[in-house]
């Protein structure tokens, strides 16, 4: 029995009353199509496809309140969809069930601009904020890439690029609104900037995945735009003394925006994929926040940082335009690498050490991936220690899907071992929860399945996700 057919063993069809009441309750919003299941039973993992048994699209709080109740009456599963772009097989229906979408719950609830915040629906995306808050000069920071949705980006607890000044979702969330497993809605935290009242229940929903409960609603810190902003590009004749030139700039404290890590083959990608002309050698992406003085000490600063590792071709992209096309090109990584073998699928992971030890830790996985003969670039956030391996496996082939999780297993042992994490910010899904019992013990987990028990009794909840029940 292969994969595919060892998950349809775990799934029951969805009672034909529950269809009833939600196809009347929802009306067109409402859909068993097999097109529209298989469009929410995949996502950007190398997972086979596995399908809700019916898609609902919601407005409001209220209706995910009501679908859910009525799910939890016929204890049938519940899996909330973003934008589909998780990594680790976040919003897969392992056991069938019924898929809430939230991309239509996109309204701008309020927006305070003199307390530095925002309230939104969570189908928001990260880019419809800033676009609509570009008028109060602010702008929301947290940037994984992906034009992902806040909800999503909450419950994932995402961070990016920009982590290494401004931090991630779990430094940049203040209050949630959160659907519980039995339909309840509640409210998690306030718009003030400190709280000592209770359990911080807004931590708690933060990066828990969707198998605790359905945020619905966001509230983030938004930041001033900087008055200044540079960028700059530079090359290295290896991948040691690059990263080791981003933790001699993070020990010295300064203040980076952004500092971003290519390696050759990452660099040779998105030359071929956005027409560009770096050097194929790794490669540094630096952004500088702040005023003019400041950035132009912060660069100058880094410029002879990076001369002392043997840096080459420093050029500086202070125009908007040259800035963007940089970003652009980072961000279409992930695709540019896809291209490099047609036909293939991308094994994704990361994770995250202390950035003491994380030059030790790219070499050691790139010698890995050399070994296993793999198509692979390595791409990081590396100024807080952050690192993506995208590996390309033909999708029929189990030996060579075997040695891109090899090179995943490996990695994540030693990051552990160097007292890191197995996932600095693609999450748990499906893909990395045998690595947990690793990293936080057997005591531990079993504390996070009690929460889980009690909060979501009947196991309805993005079921087979982050613990075992």
């Not at 690029?161 to 991630?168: D, F, H, L, S």
């Not at 630096?286 to 002392?308: C, K, M, N």
């Amino acid at each position: 029995m292969n994969q595919t057919d060892q998950l349809a063993v775990l799934k029951k069809p969805l009672p034909v009353s529950l269809a009833a009441v939600l196809s009347l309750i929802f009306a067109d919003r409402f859909s068993m199509t097999q097109a529209m299941r298989a469009h929410h039973g995949r996502d950007e993992s190398s997972y086979p496809p596995m399908l809700p048994d019916a898609v609902i699209f919601a407005h409001s709080t209220e209706e995910v309140a009501a679908a859910v109740k009525l799910c939890s009456a016929h204890d049938v599963p519940v899996i909330a969809y973003g934008s589909g772009t998780s990594l680790e097989g976040h919003v897969l229906a392992l056991h069938g069930g019924v898929t809430i979408d939230l991309s239509q719950m996109n309204a701008m609830v309020a927006v305070h601009s003199e307390d530095l915040t925002a309230t939104v629906q969570a189908g928001v995306t990260r880019k419809q904020l800033n676009e609509e808050i570009r008028d109060t000069g602010l702008f929301f920071p947290i940037d994984p890439g992906a034009n992902a949705s806040l909800g999503g980006m909450a419950a994932t607890r995402a961070s990016g690029t920009n982590a290494v000044r401004y931090g991630t979702m779990r430094e940049n969330v203040l209050a949630l609104t959160v659907v519980t497993a039995d339909g309840r809605i509640i409210k998690t935290g306030t718009r003030a900037k400190k709280s000592s009242a209770g359990y911080d229940l807004t931590r708690l929903f933060v990066g828990s995945e969707g198998t605790l409960g359905i945020i619905t609603e966001v509230t983030v810190k938004l930041y001033p735009l900087p008055e200044a902003i540079s960028a700059a590009v530079c090359s290295f004749p290896g991948t040691g003394e690059a990263v080791s030139a981003v933790i001699q700039t993070i020990q010295m404290g300064i203040p980076v925006a952004r500092v971003e890590f290519l390696d050759e083959n990452g660099v040779k990608a998105i030359n071929a994929y956005d027409k560009m002309a770096l050097p194929e050698k790794p490669l540094l992406l630096f952004e500088f926040h702040g005023t003019p003085a400041s950035v132009a000490e912060q660069a100058q600063l880094v410029q002879a940082i990076t001369a002392e590792h043997g840096a080459s071709d420093f050029e500086w992209a202070s125009r908007p335009e040259d800035r963007s096309r940089l970003w652009a090109a980072r961000h279409n990584a992930y695709f540019a690498l896809l291209q490099m073998r047609p036909g293939s699928r991308a094994i994704s992971t990361d994770c995250c050490v202390p950035i003491s030890r994380l030059a030790e830790c790219i070499l050691a996985t790139k010698a890995d991936c050399e070994a296993q003969g793999l198509v692979y670039a390595i791409i990081g956030h590396v100024g807080d220690g952050n690192f993506h391996v995208q590996m390309l496996v033909d999708p029929d082939d189990p030996a060579d899907i075997a040695r891109a999780e090899k090179v995943n297993s490996d990695m994540v042992t030693r990051a552990i071992g160097m007292d890191g994490t197995c996932t600095g910010e693609h999450g748990v899904g499906m893909h990395k929860m045998a690595f947990l019992v690793e990293e936080h013990g057997e005591g531990a987990i079993d504390t996070m399945r009690a929460l889980k028990h009690a909060l979501d009794p009947k196991n309805i909840m993005n079921p087979g996700k982050i613990v075992r029940w």
